[in-house]
Nanobody, 115 residues
Framework: QVQLVESGGGLVQPGGSLRLSCAASRFTFSSYAMSWYRQAPGQERELVASISSYGSTTTYANSVKGRFTISRDNAENTVYLQMNSLKAEDTAVYYC????????WGQGTQVTVSS
């Protein structure tokens, strides 16, 4: 079945950087748009960034614009989220999502921003 496996999360100090990866398998990755979402404790899951199937279009939540960059490598079936200038409020579990007509979620990776 479809697999989306996130990695790259961890503990980082405010102002630091992390790069998340989401490795996809068992579906035609290049046919799907991809997104990163996050969910902090006690809050609803929110959309962070999206990228079109061939990477020509990207969108970002206002809260991360200018700090986060989404990208993809269709040859490697992987989508990335480069996160710079991290803030405490970026602390959350980060999920990747593949979507077209159907959609699939990864299991999430924890990002904690704390000194």
């Amino acid at each position: 079945q479809v697999q989306l496996v996130e990695s790259g999360g961890g503990l980082v100090q405010p102002g630091g950087s992390l790069r998340l990866s989401c490795a996809a398998s068992r579906f035609t990755f290049s046919s799907y748009a991809m997104s990163w979402y996050r969910q902090a404790p006690g809050q609803e899951r929110e959309l962070v960034a999206s990228i079109s199937s061939y990477g020509s279009t990207t969108t970002y939540a206002n809260s991360v614009k200018g700090r986060f960059t989404i990208s993809r490598d269709n040859a490697e079936n992987t989508v990335y989220l480069q996160m710079n200038s991290l803030k405490a409020e970026d602390t959350a579990v980060y999920y990747c999502k593949a979507f077209r007509v159907d959609w699939y979620w990864g299991q999430g990776t924890q990002v904690t921003v704390s000194s």
